[in-house]
Nanobody, 129 residues
Framework: QVQLVESGGGSVQAGGSLRLSCAAS????????MAWFRQVPGKERDFVAA????????YYADSVKGRFTISRDNAKIMMYLQMNSLNAEDTAVYYC??????????????????????WGQGTQVTVSS
């Protein structure tokens, strides 16, 4: 069982930056595609960014492209989301997720919530304008 734990959330003013981290409990994580999603109360969980098992491929939602950067360090069993130029619309609970059904060397980046079978507990990001 892979466990994921997010950290790094908090409150920031518009235009500011935050870096989210996702720690995995097992090295098995290094073979999975990973992603970040976010959710606001009363709305569906939305895709933010995804990264392949090697880190060689990434994909972003249009709303964050050019502002957010997803990365991973398999040696440390960590994934990151660098968020710059934050605005109020970025306020949400951010979740990291792993696609345990897509393992190395296959490269598949999906934006669908149901394609990810491991989830963290979430970390709150609040951007004030």
């Amino acid at each position: 069982q892979v466990q994921l734990v997010e950290s790094g959330g908090g409150s920031v003013q518009a235009g500011g930056s935050l870096r989210l981290s996702c720690a995995a409990s097992r090295s098995l994580f290094s073979r999975y595609a990973m992603a970040w999603f976010r959710q606001v109360p009363g709305k569906e969980r939305d895709f933010v960014a995804a990264i392949s098992w090697s880190g060689g491929s990434t994909y972003y939602a249009d709303s964050v492209k050019g502002r957010f950067t997803i990365s991973r360090d398999n040696a440390k069993i960590m994934m990151y989301l660098q968020m710059n130029s934050l605005n109020a619309e970025d306020t949400a609970v951010y979740y990291c997720a792993a696609d345990g059904r897509t393992t190395a060397p296959i490269v598949r980046l999906t934006t669908t919530v149901s394609d990810y079978n491991y989830w963290g507990q979430g970390t709150q990001v609040t951007v004030s304008s």
